[in-house]
């Protein structure tokens, strides 16, 4: 009986020792950022050469991250800027927190499409990548929406 013991809590000490390092994706057991993207959208440009996106970048992760630039098939920049008391400024990076969220909406932090490549469409999609520091790069679709659209999101 009790050689059926041993091998029973030596398997039981190496699942749990196998579980220390599960969920942090390098088994260092440090903290890292889990990023998602939610609520893409891009007004129908009134303009041939610029337009605006929106979005919200989520961290559902235990370490912060930064957004340190923005590519699109369809601009020949994308720069990104905030809105504090009416004043549009351009960043270079903008820091999502541990459990927290990046939010660009209109009248706050937005993205500025630039020396646009052909005008957006209402019904069409724009490819992004967003590149962060520590977390590399995420493409997503970005649905161009009317002018005047106006998401019960709260962008």
Known sequence: MRRALLPAAALAGALALAGCGAGT??????PKAEL???G???????SADMAAGFLTISNE???KDELTSVTSDVAGQVTMH???GGAMEEKTSFAIP???????KSGG???MFEKLKRKPEQ???????????KSGALTVEMPVKSATYNPSTGH
Not at 98 to 104: E, I, P, S, W
Not at 126 to 133: C, G, K, M, Y
């Open 25 to 30: 994706g390098s088994g260092s057991g440090s």
């Open 109 to 111: 932090n937005h993205l």
């Open 123 to 133: 019904g069409q999609k724009v490819t992004l990548r967003l590149t962060f520091a």
């Open 61 to 63: 992760g235990g370490a």
């Open 40 to 46: 893409p959208y891009m007004p129908q440009p009134v």
């Open 98 to 104: 541990a459990h927290g969220q990046l939010v660009f």
């Open 36 to 38: 998602s993207v939610s």
């Open 82 to 84: 905030s809105t504090v």
